[in-house]
């Protein structure tokens, strides 16, 4: 069995562990308490949240630094071709030769984008305030991650 297989299979479980734990934990906190009174439909609340309310236009934070908010963007397109070549490695299966360059060229903008995001944090006053020494490690972590893609 390749050490790439067992590693990923190895690094699933470790995870689906942790996740057991965070949602066997949750269970310890008393229910959260709402302040705001319910409006609408929640699913179509649920589909503005994950959706269009994540859009420049609809977000002021993304309207006011565009070049972090594409950062952003491509940042998570790297990270999910990175994953979708690390599944199809661990599956044995090859893409073709147009598919497989243009995961990698995602991946890599992706790890460009995330130092660059990483920098920012560190050099900017107001983000190393909220920061905390996870979102460090998460993002040295991932950038390593797609640098591997």
């Not at 589909?47 to 491509?74: N, Q």
């Not at 598919?99 to 991946?107: D, E, H, N």
Request: proline share 7%.
């Amino acid at each position: 069995m390749p050490l790439l297989y067992v590693a990923v299979v190895f690094a699933c479980g470790i995870c689906l562990l942790a996740l057991m734990a965070m949602i066997l934990g949750t269970g310890r906190f008393p229910p959260a308490t709402t302040f705001a009174r319910r409006q609408g439909s929640v699913r179509r609340g649920i589909m503005y949240a994950f959706g269009t309310g994540m859009t420049p236009w609809e977000k002021e934070s993304a309207r006011r630094h565009l070049p972090t908010y594409f950062a952003g963007v491509t940042y998570h397109l790297g990270i999910f071709a990175a994953l979708l070549l690390l599944a199809l490695r661990v599956l044995g299966i090859m893409p073709p030769f147009p598919v497989a360059p243009g995961l990698a060229y995602i991946s890599a903008s992706g790890a460009i984008c995330g130092v660059g995001l990483l920098v920012k944090r560190i050099v900017s006053s107001r983000l190393r305030g909220i920061s905390v020494p996870d979102d460090y490690l998460a993002n040295l972590l991932v950038d390593a991650f797609l640098l591997c893609a």
